[in-house]
């Protein structure tokens, strides 16, 4: 199955499956060819943890080549140990 690794600016391995990038682009087709900003998210974004689920994280960041009136990308990933992935993410807008 293809996948695709990149690290965060703390240097932490996160990887995103095909099978995810489908379940994403189903969902949320304004990001559609927008593969290489997602990624460019999880690498330079910022990362919150979620308050109620000390595993998972929100990476944000500002993305101005998004369609319409969208202008940043949310990007969710969940760690267990070492195995850091995404599972999924959308299109927001940032006032």
Not at 53 to 61: G, S
Request: proline share 3%.
């Amino acid at each position: 199955m293809r996948r695709w690794t990149v690290r965060d600016r703390a240097g932490r391995e996160i990887y995103l499956t095909a099978e995810r990038w489908q379940h994403i682009v189903s969902r949320h087709r304004v990001l559609a060819g927008h593969l290489d900003d997602v990624l460019n998210t999880l690498r330079l974004g910022h990362r919150r943890q979620d308050a109620l689920q000390p595993f998972k994280y929100f990476y944000h960041r500002r993305c101005e080549t998004l369609p319409g009136y969208y202008n940043s990308i949310i990007v969710v990933v969940l760690y267990r140990g070492d195995d850091r992935h995404v599972v999924t993410a959308w299109p927001e807008v940032e006032e």
